[in-house]
């Protein structure tokens, strides 16, 4: 495929699906932008200014057509005491670091990192996310009038039973535009949008931020930009795995890297927060029917018409239409199939998953989560690639030289199995450990080789490594001493 044909699919291949769903992900945005900036303790402003920007920018830069970045509350709660001791000028000075190094991570290929992530961890991200959603939706549902609970439900009928009847115009859309023509003509009584915080009027400005360009800037922004970084990738990156799968189609990992440094350096200077993928939003997107970059680029400009020219139409769009569309999200981003699996899947893998979900649940920490699922994971796996290891040994018709065969995976987790494996206080004149079938991994492995060779030789009996593999024999040599010990004996014996 060429260039220009390439380009013709990411951006023209749907543009009717991709311009509808903008509409809907551009009104799901407008609370989130104003709730995480509230989280963050800056002017909505902040936020809002911040999705359109980093939607627009991620459209044209980023690798994986459909997905949706803005402003996140994963990286909101980060800077939270940024900004109270230091002012929203250092966020933006943070967030402009934050793209620099995310960016200079895409040459470092990070990105490669997530082939460590195990199914189990991004099934229990993709849970754990689906509850916060909804845990996310119980302020506008706990204290209001009964006819939000009218309002909900109802948005609800319309997004699951429209598309029976015609999936012309995604039901999301449609159920916004009803229960927001229903709440103005009747006066209902129903939390607004404009009951968040007040809308921008202007189009953000460029600005350096006023801080001092010194070094006790740079000490006091780095901790937030590096967090901020590595937090924000971590949740694209896993956001982009899902959203291949929904749509059955590659990404860019390391053009989506790039992207997101891009997009969250020109932000700070627009006077945004940093951001990231959005999990909830990219469901909203690719459900509504947008696949293409079109669909993010809509968005975004979409949030900053509707802010600045329609501000006062906006405010206007009751609570229980968004909140019934993130409820639809959390349900269908759910992985209902991952709960009849736990039957039949192995424990450890459900454990893992469970882990992930309870530890972000219970932290509203999506790093914290993926990264105890990781570590769980990582443990589970040498726990059974230990197991595949065996020693077997046969001693010779004359009974003074007994060989010993090592099968398998020889690391940290197995070699202490290694070194039981032989009989030291049995009285040989020679000893061959043949290892053609077997692996050394690390310098764990290594030392347990010295170990048991230096053992035999203190025992006076002659020992001889056979059948190291490239790999391993190159370990062997720049780590082991048993060589080196080898090569004294040999001096002090001349």
């Known amino acids: 495929m060429t260039r220009l044909q390439s380009l013709r699919q990411e951006w023209l291949s749907n543009p009717r699906g991709d311009i509808l769903a903008g509409l809907v992900v551009a009104l799901a945005l407008i609370p989130e ?21 980093i939607a627009v920018i991620i459209a044209l830069v980023g690798g994986r057509p459909g997905m949706i970045s803005a402003a996140t509350a994963a990286v909101a709660v980060l800077v939270v005491p940024l900004v109270k001791d230091h002012g929203v000028h250092y966020l933006f000075a943070a967030t402009i670091l934050m793209g620099l190094i995310q960016f200079a991570a895409g040459f470092a290929r990070v990105h490669v990192l997530m082939r460590y992530v195990s199914r189990s961890v991004i099934t229990g991200f993709v849970n754990a996310l689906a509850i916060l959603i909804f845990m996310a939706q119980l302020p506008e549902l706990i ?40 709440a103005i003509h009747f006066g209902l009584d129903v939390n607004r949008v404009g009951d968040m915080g007040t809308l921008p009027t ?21 901790p937030y930009s590096l967090t ?35 997009a969250n350096f020109v932000t700070g200077f627009l006077g945004g927060m940093g951001g990231c993928a959005m999990i909830g939003q990219s469901v909203i997107n690719v459900k509504s029917g947008g696949t293409g970059r079109l669909s993010a680029l809509v968005a975004g400009a979409v949030l900053l018409f509707l802010i600045v020219v329609l501000g006062p139409l906006v405010a206007q769009i009751p609570m229980p239409a968004l909140v019934a569309v993130m409820i639809m999200v959390s349900i269908g981003t759910f992985s209902w199939t991952s709960i009849k699996n736990l039957r039949v899947h192995p424990w450890q893998s ?7 979900v309870v530890v972000v649940v219970v932290t509203h920490d999506l790093a914290q989560g993926v990264l105890a ?31 010993y065969r090592v099968r398998g995976e020889v690391f940290f987790a197995s070699s202490e199995a290694f070194a039981s494996a032989f009989d030291f206080r049995e009285v040989l004149d020679r000893v061959v450990i043949d290892v053609h079938a077997a692996h050394f991994w ?15 030789r203190r025992e006076g009996t002659e020992v001889e490594v056979t059948g190291l593999n490239e790999a391993s024999a190159t370990l062997v040599d720049r780590f082991a001493t048993h060589n080196k010990a080898t090569a004294t004996l040999d001096v002090a014996a001349h």
């Open 33 to 53: 932008a104003i709730g995480f900036s509230v989280i963050a303790g800056v002017d909505p402003a902040v936020g809002l200014y911040a999705s359109f920007s």
């Open 143 to 182: 204290g209001v009038t009964p006819i939000t609970y009218l309002m909900v439900a109802g948005g609800l009928a319309i997004i699951y039973l429209l598309p029976r009847l015609t999936k012309a115009v995604p039901s999301p859309l449609v159920a916004i535009v009803v229960l927001t023509a229903l």
């Open 202 to 222: 202007s189009l953000p400005d460029f600005l350096l931020p006023d801080v001092p360009f010194t070094l006790e800037t740079l000490r006091i922004i780095l």
């Open 228 to 262: 901020m970084a590595a937090v924000g990738l971590l949740e694209s990156l896993l956001t982009a795995q899902i959203v291949d799968d929904l749509t059955d189609t590659p990404s860019n990992k390391k053009r989506e890297v790039h992207g997101q440094g891009i």
């Open 350 to 356: 459900s454990l893992v998953m469970l882990t992930t």
């Open 373 to 403: 699922g990781v570590l769980l994971s990582g443990i589970f796996f040498a726990s059974k690639v230990s197991r595949i290891f065996a020693v077997s040994s046969e001693l010779s018709a004359d009974g003074l030289t007994r060989t």
């Open 442 to 456: 690390d310098i764990s492995a290594v030392a347990m080789l010295d170990k048991v060779v230096l053992k035999f």
